[in-house]
């Protein structure tokens, strides 16, 4: 069973940034997940941003996002970020951390565990 709470949204203004930070409560043998981030605005498809493997770090970014987020982990404090550079109006979303015991992925099916989702909001 994981627990992740997202933390680090806001109101930010176009071409500023954010870091958003999913922190992971699991058990300690719980070693071998991935944590993945989407965004979903209301009435339209729930999009896949990036996901990183606890294990060995590596790393998705969807192409939509590439170049301007980035995905990084801190196995020390089970957190991890989302750092969003450059940000467009159009990135005015909820953002969702979540997490599984699958394959890292940038599709939605294979996570089993959600955190609550946070407001970005890019306007000036």
């Known amino acids: 069973q994981l627990l992740l709470v997202e933390s680090g949204g806001g109101l930010v203004q176009p071409g500023g940034s954010l870091r958003l930070s999913c922190e992971v409560s699991?058990?300690?043998?719980?070693?071998?997940?991935?944590i993945g981030w989407f965004r979903q605005v209301l009435g339209k498809e729930r999009e896949g941003l990036s996901c990183i493997r606890r294990s060995d770090g590596s790393t998705l970014i969807a192409d939509s996002v590439k170049g301007r987020f980035t995905i990084s982990g801190d196995s020390a404090k089970n957190t991890v970020y989302l750092q969003m550079n450059s940000l467009v109006p159009e990135d005015t979303s909820v953002y969702y951390c979540?997490?599984?015991?699958?394959?890292?992925?940038?599709?939605?099916?294979?996570?089993?565990?959600w955190g609550q989702g946070i407001q970005v909001t890019v306007s000036a």
């Open positions: 699991a058990a300690p043998t719980y070693n071998y997940y991935a």
């Open positions: 979540a997490a599984t015991f699958g394959s890292c992925s940038v599709n939605s099916g294979p996570y089993e565990y």
